[in-house]
């Protein structure tokens, strides 16, 4: 087992899409293959050192779930997995997607959410990321004048989504000193 499990939730797919280009750009060696969370349980996560959890934010600021009209369950679902989880001593770096032209005050505010459980479970969080280049007016997703991990924003600005994940992925290998 590598050191780094991936797990996402998604509704479209663009979500798994990101999920799998980290993990390529990490390599085998150092990340599993992403999991969907719908798919996953606590005893997943609580397997791996360092967590990268990813989730897009839909309508209002929801994390997807059935109540968001997702096909299928997911981060919804999950959180009440989260009561039983200790993440202390284990770091989790977040990324989240988000429109930040047709919901510029909630932008991905879902991402703030999976931030602030993980935080109440212990865990470290790694790999904020600069609001240099977005254009909204709030988001639950900003701690300290950073987001809390990496934000993409493939309706508005996909052109710079591969570049933002590729220097991401540096970022936290050298956070992480792996």
Known sequence: MAQIGIFFGSDTGSTRKVAKQLQKLLGD???DKPVNIN????????????????TP???DGQLPGLSAD???????EF??????????????????LGDQVSYADEFVDALGELYDVVVECGAEVVGSWPL???????SAAVVDDRFVGLVLDKDNQ????????????????AELAL
């Open 29 to 31: 060696d150092l990340a």
């Open 39 to 54: 798919r996953a349980d606590a005893a997943a996560l609580a397997a791996y050192d360092i967590l990268i959890l990813g």
């Open 57 to 59: 934010t839909l309508g």
């Open 70 to 76: 997702c096909q299928e369950e997911s981060w919804e």
């Open 79 to 96: 959180m009440p997995n989260f009561d039983e989880l200790d993440l202390a001593g284990k770091k989790v770096a977040l990324f989240g």
């Open 132 to 138: 240099d280049g977005y254009d909204f007016n709030q």
């Open 158 to 173: 996909a052109s710079l989504t591969d570049d933002r994940v590729a220097t991401w992925v540096a970022q936290l290998k």
